[in-house]
């Protein structure tokens, strides 16, 4: 609990740690999972659903990681479309297009592992997202993925757009392009930059929880991974997400 209670702290001031002393430092996955749950119970926060950070070889050499993490997102830290978000203490300060989806049941940990087919029949509806990630610490390329899973794998803010008003589950995530921009800068990415397909990664962190011994509740949004290069932002930015056919979304930065 302690070391939830300090990064929790430096959270909600928007203070940077430099790193954890080796005897706060998690020895495993699950210990890092916990206190992630820790910081949940003590911030008083309603999870709203899931993250999945450094989905892309990219973003894994971005935070310094060999892999994906999971992390949970805050009711209070998730927003609609085009409303104004406060970058504040924010030093990551980029913004990144995400595929998400609603998990129409709860999963229960399981020995073997879930496969996409049957995890795709456990979604209900597909989102929209712009994700603002951030970490509590000030070298967070550096202080390891367990610290980092600890940090609550670098959640911050989300906006979400309501349920995709078509029929999306026969199109090919892994091809569909998706962009992101703001007065600066444009990226556009595709897919295939979520571990291969935003439903591989949907898959990977069902059975990360699960492997963690962690149920995932009905009604949780998953939120799968930038699918481009992010795009650096700053207070005054209007940031735009395109999803081509499925629609856009937009936040505003004070």
């Not at 890092?32 to 950070?53: H, P, R, T, V």
């Not at 060999?66 to 406060?86: Q, T, V």
């Not at 504040?88 to 496969?115: C, D, H, L, R, W």
Request: hydrophobic share 40%.
């Amino acid at each position: 609990m302690e070391v939830a209670k300090l990064i929790w702290k430096s959270w909600n001031e928007g203070k940077k740690l430099d790193s954890l002393s080796e005897r706060m430092k998690p020895n495993s996955r699950k210990e890092a999972y916990k206190i992630q749950e820790q910081i949940e119970i003590i911030s008083e926060n309603k999870k709203l659903g899931w993250k999945i950070a450094a989905t892309s070889k990219d973003g894994q050499n971005h935070i310094g990681v060999s892999g994906p993490l999971a992390g949970r997102i805050f009711k209070d830290k998730a927003k609609i479309p085009n409303s104004n978000l406060i970058l504040g203490s924010n030093q990551m300060a980029v913004a990144e297009p995400e595929f998400a989806f609603k998990i129409g049941t709860e999963i229960k940990p399981n020995k073997s592992y879930y496969k996409v087919k049957e995890v795709m029949e456990l979604v209900e509806t597909l989102h929209l997202a712009i994700e603002l990630p951030d970490s509590r610490f000030n070298n967070f390329s550096s202080v390891g993925e367990l610290s980092l899973i600890a940090d609550n794998a670098c959640a911050d803010q989300f906006v979400f757009s309501k349920p995709v008003d078509m029929d999306w589950k026969d199109i090919d995530f892994s091809n569909h392009k998706v962009s992101i921009s703001n007065s600066k800068f444009a990226h556009q990415g595709i897919g295939s930059n979520v571990l291969g397909d935003p439903k591989i990664a949907l898959t990977w962190l069902v059975n990360e929880l699960s492997q963690n011994n962690i149920l995932l509740e009905k009604d949780m949004i998953v939120s799968t991974g930038t699918c481009s290069k992010p795009i650096p932002v700053v207070t005054g930015d209007i940031v735009t997400a395109n999803f081509g056919e499925l629609g856009e979304i937009s936040l505003n930065l004070k």
